[in-house]
């Protein structure tokens, strides 16, 4: 009697879990496609601003969003912001402008380098030290203020359009 109860308890779970990955389409969230970041309400208008930005053609979310020194702290960083942002969705603690994090920054602005490389050697190496961050300069250049965004300016809270 005991073994079969856990025989239907461990056939529960797998069917729970199976049912969970079809209706969360969880393996999408393993790969890098934007389609998969803007599957959240909140990433709407993030995602129409990107579509409609000058990256569109040449970069994913990933690619400037996540690091790229090796695998792992690839998906270790993949999972840390996924942890993040379902805790934040299912808490009800989502904020009225999405801002990047401090350490999402930083990997930001090395991925701006990594790809723009050929262009900025100069800049990051010259006698100035180079203390800005490029979306000083670029704002609107990976999430253009166009699309059918209701909020197309999210950082005019912070840097006013002049």
Not at 40 to 56: L, P, R
Not at 91 to 118: D, K, M, T, W, Y
Not at 122 to 133: K, M, N
Request: contains cysteine; charged residues 20%.
């Amino acid at each position: 009697m005991f073994r079969a109860s856990v025989l239907i308890a461990a056939a529960a779970a797998v069917a729970a879990l199976g049912l969970f990955i079809i209706v969360t389409d969880a393996p999408a969230y393993a790969g890098d496609a934007p389609e998969t970041c803007n599957n959240c309400h909140v990433m709407h208008e993030q995602y129409e601003n990107w579509y409609h930005g000058g990256h569109q053609r040449s970069a994913k979310c990933s690619d400037c969003h996540l690091p790229h020194d090796s695998t792992m702290e690839y998906y270790v960083e993949k999972s840390r912001q996924g942890m993040k942002d379902t805790w934040a969705f299912t808490s009800g603690r989502i904020p009225v402008s999405i801002r990047a994090s401090e350490q999402s920054r930083a990997i930001i602005q090395e991925n701006c380098i990594r790809c723009h490389e050929p262009a900025v050697s100069e800049l990051i190496s010259g006698a100035q030290p180079y203390v800005r961050p490029c979306w000083e300069c670029h704002r609107h250049t990976a999430h253009a203020d166009r699309g059918i965004s209701t909020s197309p300016n999210q950082d005019a809270l912070l840097y006013p359009i002049e």
